[in-house]
T-cell receptor
Framework: AQTVTQSQPEMSVQEAETVTLSCTYD???????LFWYKQPPSRQMILVIR??????QNATENRFSVNFQKAAKSFSLKISDSQLGDTAMYFC????????????????FGGGTRLMVKP | DAGVTQSPTHLIKTRGQQVTLRCSPK?????VSWYQQALGQGPQFIFQ???????QRGNFPDRFSGHQFPNYSSELNVNALLLGDSALYLC??????????????FGSGTRLTVV
């Protein structure tokens, strides 16, 4: 079974600055997908960025980038030029791409990090 | 393009009652998953439906059951409600085939309070 750990329950950052959220995971699989989801007060989980384990290049999406260290089983999220709208809960998630009973596999989430962006 | 739609948004039930939550997946998606998110915690996987069958199940008791309809919409039923069932229930859908590895699209959830 996979586990995902987010060791920072809360973080804060000044607007326009950079912040890094940490995530570690445990798995015996070699191929998998990792995700960062954002959950604002509206409650909807919004996909921020995804990383495929077989790709060595770190994923980037505009102001969001990851530092994927496969050997260390670490997957951190860096937010550059932080904006007030980035204030939210952030969840790291793991997915095994192998199908289960001919269907896609589930997501395993970490406990989340609450990020506050201060003006 | 409508995303994942869940109803109702909020619900208050009494201990011992039964509840049904509903989910319409994003257009083009055929697989629906349900997650329970307790306050201050990450979502926990309940089960997943594909082709109207339960395909994968998390560590939840049989009081939690579900259904998927031919139009891919889904229901989550919880019987004999306990105070501990109070949580945000999230529905997520995904695309068929290889596009499914792009992840899930989530709804805004149903906030269930058991009193």
């Amino acid at each position: 079974a996979q586990t995902v750990t987010q060791s920072q329950p809360e973080m804060s950052v000044q607007e326009a600055e950079t912040v890094t959220l940490s995530c570690t995971y445990d798995t015996s699989e070699n191929n998998y997908y990792l995700f960062w989801y954002k959950q604002p007060p509206s409650r909807q989980m919004i996909l921020v960025i995804r990383q495929e384990a077989y790709k060595q290049q770190n994923a980037t999406e505009n102001r969001f980038s990851v530092n994927f260290q496969k050997a260390a089983k670490s997957f951190s999220l860096k937010i550059s030029d932080s904006q007030l709208g980035d204030t939210a809960m952030y969840f790291c998630a793991f997915m095994n791409p192998r199908t289960v009973n001919n269907a896609g596999n589930m997501l395993t989430f970490g406990g989340g990090t609450r990020l506050m962006v201060k003006p | 393009d409508a995303g994942v739609t869940q109803s109702p948004t909020h619900l208050i039930k009494t201990r011992g009652q039964q509840v049904t939550l509903r989910c319409s997946p994003k257009s083009g998606h055929d697989t629906v998953s349900w997650y329970q998110q307790a306050l201050g915690q990450g979502p926990q996987f309940i089960f997943q439906y594909y082709e109207e069958e339960e395909r994968q199940r998390g560590n939840f008791p049989d009081r939690f059951s579900g259904h998927q309809f031919p139009n891919y919409s889904s229901e989550l039923n919880v019987n004999a409600l306990l105070l501990g069932d109070s949580a945000l229930y999230l529905c997520a859908s995904r695309s068929p085939g290889r596009l499914s590895n792009y992840g899930y699209t989530f709804g805004s959830g149903t906030r269930l309070t058991v009193v």
